[in-house]
């Protein structure tokens, strides 16, 4: 068990992250931990937004751009990462700091996740191609073997749902049998001290539309140019291309869309998830919360590590 608190920074895209835990991990002697489900792969810089060397100002960086886009990554496997990281940056003397997005990701550091959670690659391709033919047709799968866990899947949230009927597939059990066993023979968790980062819709959505545009300028469709011949050459499919914006920029490449139809679905597509984000969040236990349009952007990391200091 993991005995001193870790400073988890989490919120939805867009909700400024990246800086802020860059400059609490500058008042701490930290290092930060990736916790995105997207920002893992090597050659996705730009459309999963990760930390660019000038904004890392010289701040070590771990689980950022280092995966193969081909190869996907389960909840269970990015914890052990996440703890292993943590040990080595404690080995170092130095604070770790985690820092990310992915709801299903921090509730298994939290609360720790059921063993046998990994991934069935053929199990996972052959759920995709079902999606694609009639995801209503999987989602009523899901609810005659476990309505429980159905009640909170949304058909649109596709990873979750295939995710669901993987588990069921490759371990025999629904999600909610594992949730129970879990409770009745608890893993082991990380003690974190988390914040989360809440904006009004509103701004956020301004947020969303403006990074949008900044990494369409900075060369995000080319970099999806870039990845699709890498797929070609290595005759191997990449998941990872299927995340909101590279589907986009995808059908517009193939002159299945404009230039602005594009731009504008990758906007829409964002919102909604920074949406769901925010309701995975609120039913998480969050140790502060800071109201982010209320506060001046400049000394919004004084004013955090003031608080986190006090606890």
Known sequence: MVKQLILTIIGPTASGKTSLTIELAKRTDGEIIGLDSRQIYEGMHIGTAQPTDDEIDGIPHHLFGFRNPAKPISSGEYAKMVKEKVVEIRGFGKTPIICGGAGLYYRALKTGIFEGSVSDLPTRDRLDQAYEDDPVAL??????????????????????????????????????????????????????????????????????????????????VEEVQELLIKQSDSKKVYPALNSIGYRQIQTYLNNEMTYDEMRNDIVIRTRQFARRQVQWFKKEKIDLIVEMDHLNQETTPDVIFDLISGN
């Open 139 to 220: 989602l009523d799968l899901l609810r005659s073997i476990d309505p429980e866990y159905a009640e909170i899947v949304h058909i649109n949230n596709k990873k979750r749902l295939m995710r669901a009927l993987e588990i069921y597939e490759t371990t025999g059990k629904t999600p909610t049998e594992h949730f129970k066993d879990q409770k009745k023979h608890p893993v082991e968790t990380m003690n974190l001290f988390t914040v989360l980062l809440n904006w009004d819709r509103k701004i956020i959505i301004q947020r969303i539309e403006q990074r949008t545009d900044e990494m369409l300028e900075n060369g995000w």
